[in-house]
């Protein structure tokens, strides 16, 4: 319960928020990257942005795991959502992740990692379910109400189109590309049926935390559908709740973990 968490978020936005919270933050710099030592709600945490796509997410998590000696990863950040039902606005917490762009087949299966003989790497169950308890106590209208600096109302979330949250839990895809056309996100949904959301970095964590492991969380928002409307939803999303949402869910996870 009391290893050091090392907290991954994808965009400055996110990281601002946690910056804000973080009260004896202190900044080491390497390999390019400020990571944040310090703590949060409670918690011992090394904060850090894991820049976009796999290899950015690897090198930062592996830095996490090695040099800062992390026992637990979190990752907060936004996606593409997928699955039916999966609408903008809500929360996908990974049970299990994969990277739906790696293919050495016919050498291996369509998806699997060489040499591991999986496709799919597991998040920590224990996290994952105390995670899910702790997202939906986040994401009710009075805990987003109390969220610093003004909080967010039901108005806000309306002007934007969006209802409240509701938690899903399930298969996060992770690639090398922003999907944002309906014929790539419909190829995808096939080929990948119980994916519920699309990103570019959880699968990279996922996979390092288990050469490491180290157990980790992925925790994603959804920005936009993967779809012809996404790189119109997705700086709107950002700006308005994509930070909110990281404070509020990361004062109610970090304790639990
Ligand atoms: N120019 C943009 C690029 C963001 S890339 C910017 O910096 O504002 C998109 C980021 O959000 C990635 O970190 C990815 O993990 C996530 N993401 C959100 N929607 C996505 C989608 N439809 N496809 C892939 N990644 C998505």
Do not use: N
């Not at 016919?106 to 003989?117: D, I, S």
Request: charged share 15%.
């Amino acid at each position: 319960m009391s290893a050091r968490i090392g907290l991954m978020a994808a965009l400055p936005e996110e990281m601002a928020a946690v910056l804000a919270a973080m009260p004896d933050e202190a900044r080491v710099t390497l390999a390019g990257r400020d990571f944040w030592v310090g703590h949060l709600h409670g918690r011992e945490v090394v904060a850090v942005l894991s820049g976009i796509g796999k290899v950015a997410a690897a090198t930062t998590t592996a830095l996490l795991a090695s040099h800062f000696g992390v026992g637990q990863v979190v990752f907060v950040g936004v996606a593409g959502g997928l699955g039916d039902g999966v609408r903008v606005g809500d929360v996908v917490l990974a049970d299990a992740l994969m990277q739906h762009d790696m293919d050495a087949s016919p050498l291996f299966p369509r998806f699997e990692l060489p040499g591991k003989g999986l496709s799919r790497l597991p998040a920590d169950p224990g996290a994952v379910a105390r995670a899910r308890v702790a997202l939906s106590a986040a994401l009710t209208p009075a805990s987003l109400a109390d969220t610093a600096p003004q909080g967010l109302q039901a108005a806000d979330l309306a002007a934007l189109g969006l209802d409240w949250p509701q938690v899903h839990q399930g298969l996060i895809v992770s690639g090398d590309r922003f999907v944002c056309t309906d014929g790539e996100c419909a190829a995808l949904r096939a080929a990948v049926p119980d994916a519920l959301a699309v990103e570019m970095e959880g699968a990279a964590v996922a996979q390092v935390c288990h050469d490491f492991g180290v157990p980790c969380l992925v925790v994603r928002t959804v920005s936009d559908r993967a779809d012809d409307a996404a790189h119109v939803d997705f700086p709107r999303f950002l700006r308005a709740v994509a930070s909110p949402y990281a404070s509020a869910m990361l004062s109610h996870l970090l304790p639990v973990l």
